[in-house]
């Protein structure tokens, strides 16, 4: 609300689920005779297109906020937003969120325009919201 204006701004938003539009994600295990297996890191192989159309949609709409979600893990949060500021990838907000959390949230969240993901099982859950993009394919 500034000079007078009553209405209420609400920027929209497009959310891009990494591991399922950017980046095919696999963990890598470490597995000991007596221990339990643990994850030590994770192979991730990134998408040209997906990354590309991030970039041209900053720059043709401006006005609309890119936001990146996780479902996998902090740790591979960190990575991903490493990976997006040596690229240059432009992005306002990039976080992690179980997924059963991001979903109960998203109906309270108006800006949302679209979700983006790969996935079929998750995509039922976004309602009309969820946008089906070929995994490595443009969106």
Known sequence: MQHGDLAVFVRPRAVVVV????AQVQPITEKKRFRKERDRGYHISWNE????????LKDNW???A???????????????VDFLNETRIPF?????QPFDRFTQ???YQNDVMRVYDSDPARLD???QKGVQVVRGNDF
């Open 66 to 80: 890119l936001d990146f979600v996780t479902f996998v893990s902090e740790d591979f949060l960190d990575t991903v």
């Open 62 to 64: 401006p006005e609309t």
């Open 92 to 96: 306002d907000i990039c976080h992690y």
């Open 49 to 56: 297109i997906p990354l590309k159309r991030c970039v041209y």
């Open 125 to 127: 859950q976004y309602g």
């Open 19 to 22: 591991e399922g539009v950017l």
């Open 105 to 107: 949230s998203l109906r």
